[in-house]
C-alpha cells in the first residue's frame, strides 16, 4: 500500500516491490531491486526515509522517523522480522537481526550486523565490520568474510524472491 502524507507520497523505484500489506508512507524513497514485505511499515511522515539499492525490510519490521532523524539505508542491506529502525542510518551491507531496535541518531557502520533482539541506543556508533549483540548493543568482533558474504546473498535472495512474487 502507498500512501501520501501532506503531498508527499513515496518515490519508488520502477523495479522495486512492496507486498500487499506492506505500507509506504510519505516522503520514502525505495531504490532499485529492494522490497517492503507483508506488514511492514516504513513511515516517513515527519521526515524522509531512504532505502537502497537491493535492500529489504521484512515482515512486521517497522523504520519511523524523529523530527531531526531522518531514516537512511544502504544498498544491499536486509532489515529483519519484526525490526524496529526509528530516526537512524544503517549502512551498505548489513544485517539488522529479527525484533532488532535501533534508535535516534544511531549510525551503523557498512558491513555489519545486528544480532536477533538487540538493542543499539540513541545516538551510538557502531563502527564498520562489526559484529553486534546484546541490550544495550556492543561490539563482540568484527565480521568474517563469510558472514559479510552471506549478507550479500541475504539481500540477493530477497531481491529473487520479490521478481517471483510479481511475476505470479
Known amino acids: 500500500m502507498i ?3 501532506r503531498q508527499s507520497k513515496p518515490d519508488l523505484d520502477h523495479e522495486s516491490y512492496i507486498a500487499e500489506t506492506g505500507v509506504a508512507i510519505g516522503r520514502v524513497k525505495l531504490g532499485f531491486g529492494s522490497s517492503i ?3 511492514a511499515v516504513v513511515r516517513g511522515d515527519i521526515n524522509y526515509i531512504t532505502i537502497g539499492d537491493h535492500s529489504n525490510v521484512q ?3 517497522v523504520l519511523h522517523v524523529g523530527m ?3 531514516v537512511e539505508v544502504g ?3 536486509s532489515i529483519a522480522h519484526g525490526a524496529v529502525l526509528h530516526g537512524c542510518t544503517i549502512g551498505n551491507y548489513c544485517l539488522v537481526g529479527m525484533n532488532a531496535v535501533v534508535l535516534n541518531g544511531a549510525l551503523v557502520g557498512d558491513n ?3 544480532g536477533a533482539g538487540t538493542v543499539i541506543t540513541q545516538n551510538m556508533v557502531i563502527p564498520v565490520n562489526s ?3 546484546g541490550t544495550p548493543g556492543k561490539v563482540v568482533r568484527e565480521i568474517k568474510p563469510e558472514e559479510l558474504k552471506e549478507i550479500h546473498v541475504f539481500a540477493r535472495r530477497y531481491e529473487y524472491l520479490w521478481r517471483k512474487y510479481y511475476s505470479k
Open 3 to 5: 500512501n501520501e502524507f
Open 37 to 39: 514485505w507483508y506488514n
Open 59 to 61: 515482515d512486521n519490521a
Open 68 to 70: 531531526k532523524h531522518p
Open 75 to 77: 544498498d544491499y542491506t
Open 112 to 114: 555489519c550486523m545486528i
Open 131 to 133: 559484529l553486534v549483540v
